[in-house]
């Protein structure tokens, strides 16, 4: 009987325990039966008690009736509310029963009682609350929140629904819960994109306008728009992105802007114009010595006398320019568009052997006439009726070359390399020197002698040099 009762409740009874003249060994008197089954009985009654004074509540969030927490009451009022801030995440100041009565005592709280805490707002009904959010008339008095990346907004349905129908959030909240949206413990949607960017897209769901706070980047906003599938919007911030970009300066530079640049430049230091605007420039009479100006426009640019000695005009655009009487020695024009370009009396030659390079360049309709071209690589380029009369060609590169009505009387070509050339229709008239089969690959049908001295004239209606040239040196006469 003794090893069945708690020693802790059989400490309480002092009957129990108290000194005694009939002590065993250690002390104590051993308990007389009656005395044990008194103390079962108060033991009972004592736990029945204690069942008793425990209760337990269900606490919701003022003006909600979701995600309610179950908690044990005991100790004050002020305990009770700080259980409830810790299990509903707010700070708890009033407790409400579910008639809107402010509890200001805990012991009117009775077991299992449902009771509203609010963090010191008056007590809103949940019932009432609930039947606002199942309106689905789209009313403007159909409010209801939303959780976007932990920063509230207050809206109506009717503002997510009726402006942009197709949109995201339409679907969203055009019917209850068709998405099974989340919420949290307030009640308010989540949705976890950034509040910072969306500000904006409700702005715009309200009033129909793009407003952005100044700080905010329109690429944010945009992406935001695009994500809740708001293509007006969109449209209207790709249109406001690209006209907050500066516009680009397409104006061709002109000849004081220019010297003001050549005049700071060290002239030491490598010049880069790469493709830069020089069209119709007043270029004439500087020195444009090795300065890059690959892919350059410097179409209608007037080039006369110019210095551009071992410059760099790879791929850049010449058509129309005048380069009269230029200095081209050295120059590397691969590529060039020079079509209708007037390149009279200019100098390719380099004394130092530096040969310009113009392979594969467009020379169509193009004025040479007088030039010196020296050693010049023309190769696979077009001189489509171009005009080279008195050039000095004398071991130039021509193979491949398009001379198709190309004018070519009184040229020297000695040592020149027309191998695989297209020269029909070409005018061979009073040249200084005559041709070698080695340097054309084959006698063409009616040629005749027209060196210098010889009044007669020849033009060359077909001549296509495919063949390799033979060992035989004997002239073409």
């Not at 190769?379 to 070359?401: D, E, I, M, Q, S």
Request: net charge negative; with cysteine.
């Amino acid at each position: 009987m003794v090893s069945d009762l708690p020693v802790k409740k059989m400490e309480e009874f002092s009957f129990i325990r108290r000194p005694s003249s009939h002590v065993g060994r250690r002390g104590w008197r051993s308990p007389h039966p009656c005395e044990l089954s008194h103390a079962v009985a108060l033991t009972r009654r004592g736990d029945g008690l204690l069942r008793q004074r425990m209760r337990r509540v269900t606490l919701f969030i003022n003006g909600s009736c979701i995600n309610g927490k179950v908690v044990a009451v005991y100790g004050t009022l002020s305990d009770l509310l700080s259980v409830a801030s810790n299990k509903l995440g707010i700070r708890a100041a009033n407790l409400y029963n579910g008639k809107g009565g402010l509890i200001d005592d805990i012991a009117l709280i009775r077991d299992d009682d449902v009771l509203y805490v609010s963090e010191g707002h008056a007590f809103l009904d949940p019932q009432t609350e609930g039947k606002a959010e199942d309106d689905l008339s789209g009313s403007h008095t159909d409010w209801l929140t939303l959780n976007i990346g932990g920063r509230l907004f207050t809206t109506t349905r009717s503002t997510l629904v009726s402006k942009e129908p197709d949109s995201m959030l339409a679907h969203m909240f055009g019917e209850k819960d068709v998405w099974g949206n989340k919420r949290d413990q307030r009640g308010a949607y989540l949705i976890d994109r950034s509040p910072e960017y969306f500000e904006p897209i409700l702005n715009y769901l309200r009033h129909g306008q793009l407003i952005v706070n100044e700080g905010v980047n329109l690429l944010g906003v945009l992406e935001e728009a695009r994500f809740f599938g708001i293509e007006q919007l969109a449209e209207q911030l790709e249109v406001a992105i690209k006209n907050s970009h500066p516009p680009e300066d397409h104006s061709p530079i002109s000849r004081k802007e220019f010297v003001r640049f050549l005049l700071a430049t060290p002239t030491k230091s490598e010049l880069r114009c790469q493709g830069l605007n020089f069209s119709g420039a007043d270029l004439s009479r500087l020195d444009l010595r090795y300065i890059n100006f690959k892919m350059a426009n410097l179409s209608r640019c007037n080039l006369t006398y110019a210095n551009l000695c071992c410059s760099n005009l790879e791929r850049s655009d010449l058509s129309g320019a005048n380069l009269d009487g230029a200095n081209l020695q050295g120059v590397k024009m691969l590529c060039t568009n020079a079509e209708g370009a007037s390149l009279k009396g200019c100098n390719f030659e380099d004394p130092s052997g530096l040969k310009a390079n113009l392979e594969g360049a467009n020379l169509k309709g193009v004025d040479m006439e007088g030039s010196q071209m020296t050693g010049i690589n023309l190769r696979v380029a077009t001189l489509k009726n171009a005009k080279l009369k008195n050039c000095n060609l004398r071991g130039a590169t021509l193979a491949g070359t398009d001379l198709e009505n190309c004018d070519l009387s009184g040229c020297d070509l000695q040592e020149a390399n027309l191998r695989g050339s297209n020269v029909k229709g070409a005018i061979f008239e009073e040249m200084l020197t005559p041709l070698h089969m080695s340097q054309s690959g084959e006698k063409p049908d009616g040629y005749k002698n027209t060196a210098a001295g010889n009044s007669e004239e020849k033009i060359i209606s077909h001549w296509s040099l495919e063949k390799e040239p033979s060992h035989d040196t004997a002239l073409l006469s």
